[in-house]
């Protein structure tokens, strides 16, 4: 069974860091996607930043592109964050989800498993 747990989420003042880090067990596809998402109060989960291991490539929504870094641990099958000169509208539910296929552009619905999230809030 696939788990993703999450954490490193936290409280920060705009212009702070954050690493949020995503322990994932349990599946053995061969190639797959791993994305992060966040979800703010009333508000649909959007797609952060998704990394596709068929081609090594990294995907970024505008909104964090050259603020948020995505990495992943093979050997450790842990996905990581990097959050840099965060705003106050970064503030969200993160939680990480794993598609054994392509990114899809991030769209949430086409992820199959998702962790519990981690809560990051940044104030101004």
């Known amino acids: 069974q696939v788990q993703l747990v999450e954490s490193g989420g936290g409280s920060v003042q705009a212009g702070g860091s954050l690493r949020l880090s995503c322990a994932a067990s349990g599946y053995t596809y061969s190639s797959y996607c791993m994305g992060w998402f966040r979800q703010a109060p009333g508000k649909e989960r959007e797609g952060v930043a998704g990394?596709?291991?068929?081609?090594?490539?990294?995907y970024y929504s505008d909104s964090v592109k050259g603020r948020f870094t995505i990495s992943q641990d093979n050997a450790k099958k842990t996905l990581y964050l990097e959050m840099n000169s965060l705003k106050p509208e970064d503030t969200a539910m993160y939680y990480c989800?794993?598609?054994?296929?392509?990114?899809?552009?991030?769209?949430?619905?086409?992820?199959?498993?998702w962790g519990q999230g981690t809560q990051v809030t940044v104030s101004s």
């Open positions: 989800g794993v598609r054994a296929a392509g990114c899809a552009n991030l769209l949430w619905r086409f992820f199959d498993y």
């Open positions: 990394i596709y291991t068929g081609a090594g490539s990294t």
